[in-house]
């Protein structure tokens, strides 16, 4: 599974930092993204790790939302700054985990956290 926390309430430029750990039984795990679905929206891609070298990011964060991973936490971050209104959205972590009992990679979705920018 995974467990995403860190939304909340922020003003406008303000920051956030969410988190997102896997638990269970894991032998690996290769790509994890964030993903964002605000009301009245499809679910878009905000930010990527398709392994521990390689970040990719939607245009509308560059430069103000930054990923990371720490694998030995087995938990992607996503950096939050210079929030704006329109980040405003439910975030969900995936990751494309492989378990001890398997020989096949399956992605998987965290729970959602809800962030709100006021502007």
């Known amino acids: 599974q995974l467990q995403a926390s860190g939304g909340g309430l922020v003003q406008a430029g303000g920051s956030l930092r969410l988190s997102c750990a896997a638990s269970?039984?894991?032998?690996?795990?290769?790509?994890m993204a964030w993903f964002r679905q605000a009301p009245g929206k499809q679910r878009e891609l905000v930010a990527s790790?398709?392994?521990?070298?390689?970040?990719t990011y939607a245009d509308s964060v560059k430069g103000r939302f930054a990923i990371s991973r720490d694998n030995s936490k087995k938990t992607v971050y996503l950096q939050m700054n210079s929030l704006k209104p329109e980040d405003t959205a439910v975030y969900y972590c995936?990751?494309?985990?492989?378990?001890?009992?398997?020989?096949?990679?399956?992605?998987?979705w965290g729970q959602g956290t809800l962030v709100t920018v006021s502007s």
């Open positions: 995936n990751a494309r985990i492989l378990r001890s009992s398997s020989y096949i990679y399956v992605g998987y």
């Open positions: 269970g039984s894991i032998r690996d795990i290769n790509a």
């Open positions: 790790m398709p392994n521990s070298e390689i970040t």
